[in-house]
């Protein structure tokens, strides 16, 4: 049986799977906006923050 713990990690790691899908609309969108370098970096400054938010014993 999950504890609760491990209940927030699973949550944590599809959020984590939703942030790293490839999302070409949005990626376009920053093309166009000539800020897809920007969109890159924010994403990976999010990443490194969500790994921190993993709980652990």
Request: aromatic share 6%; with cysteine.
């Amino acid at each position: 049986m999950a504890d609760q713990k491990d209940k927030w990690n699973r949550g944590l790691d599809l959020f984590i799977e939703s942030v790293l899908k490839p999302d070409p609309k949005l990626r376009n969108c920053a093309h166009n906006q000539e800020c897809f370098n920007e969109l890159m970096e924010v994403r990976q400054k999010i990443l490194e923050h969500l790994e921190g938010m993993r709980l652990h014993d």
